[in-house]
Structures are given as structure tokens and as C-alpha cells.
């Protein structure tokens, strides 16, 4: 739900629970100077707390209560982060992270009233791929229990141990000077390639906003040569079709 920071949307069960994990699974700052806001961080991690905050949760206020234990960091082979938070008695760990990596160690989901519910993966890849598809960049949340005392790691989050919270996607528009120079390029003959880290069909959308390539499926399918290549994909090039 769109929400601005005088007028937020009723908070409960799953969108409070993923609200609260992108505060907490989070190592961004944001502060208030002479009536302008600053960012300390990743602005990725930054959007989390803004959309926090204009759905009326304070990230110094949850950080106070519900300190952080301890951390994994993102690790770009893992895909995800998690961080472990006293609450209510218990240890609980929050991760964000890629749909793929998230969903695969996912048991159940939290419905929108709060309660559990059985995962349908099918539904949240469909809704992923949606939001990738208009050019959203997307992360999944999950939390989940863990021992005390316990180091928090990798084996921690293994098998299907997490709750599946929810999505957010968030968009960072070309900029107006970026497909200017774009076109520019291209009418001097220079072929312009872009690459990423977001998903591919993030990067497709983007790249098409950007007139980088050309308006086509949406999947990136055609009979020519694919518009996209993941890094998984251009590993297993040898050099003749990595130089075309």
C-alpha cells in the first residue's frame, strides 16, 4: 500500500512483519539536518527505513527495543543477510535477500492477518517476476527462530527453517542525463551494453527505459540473440560469442 509519512496505512500481520524486517535486517542511518534528510549507508537499505517510517514505524524506536544480537552479512554467493533480535522472549533472526535463495529456505508464510500459512512459492515468484518485469528492484523477507547463545550462520538458516514475510519493490528511475548520453552513443555507432546486479528481468525493463535495446518480449526471448544474459550464462561463453 502507498503511504505517505502524515497519512500511513493500518499496520498488521505480514506487511508490519516485513515493514519491521527491513528496519531491522538494515545498516542504513537516516538523520534530519537544517530540514533535510541525509542517508548513511546503501540507499537500497535507506528506501527501507523511508517506506518504515511513512507507515509510522520509528527505526530508532524498534532498534532500541528490539536490539540486534548479532549479524550475517550480505554475502553476494549467499544472496541474502540476517540479523538476530530479542523479541518478545524469544531469538528471532530476520533475513532479506534474493526471491530464489529466501523461498528455498521457506517452510510457511505469514498471512496478511498475522497468521502462518502454507507457502504458495508459485503465487510469490509470479508476483516477483511482475515487479521485475516493470523495472522494480525486488527483495524478500523471512524471519525465523534461533537457539540461544547460538552463532548466528549459514547452517542457521538451512533446510526450510524461515517464514516467508513478503516483497518490496522498489524503483531507481533512469536518469533524464543517462539515456541522453544513451542516444547519443548509439547515433555514433557505439553499441551500449549495460551491466547490473539486479535480476534480469529488472535490468531488461531498465535497459528498454534507457533505449539500450528495443522493445520485445517481456521475458527477454526472441529468435535473435538474447538481450539478457545473467552472470551464470556469460560464465559458460567461451570468447567468439562473448566478443559478438
Partial sequence: PGASAGNPPP????????????VLCNDAALSE???????AGDPTEAALLVAARKAGLDEKTLQ????RLDLLPFDSAAQYMATAHEIEGERLLYVKG????LLARCGDMLGADGAPATLDAAAIERAAHAMAANGLRVLAFAR??????APLCHDALAGRSLCFLGLVGMIDPPRPQAVAAVRVCRAAGIAVKMITGDHALTALAIARQMGIVAAGPADGASSAAPQVLTGRELARLDDAPLIA
Fill in 144 to 149: 525465523g527462530r534461533c537457539e540461544a547463545g
Fill in 33 to 39: 539536518r537544517d530540514g533535510v534528510w541525509e542517508i
Fill in 98 to 101: 534474493s526471491v530464489e535463495r
Fill in 11 to 22: 499496520l498488521a500481520g505480514a506487511l508490519r512483519e516485513t515493514l519491521l524486517a527491513g
Fill in 64 to 67: 532500541s527495543v528490539f536490539p
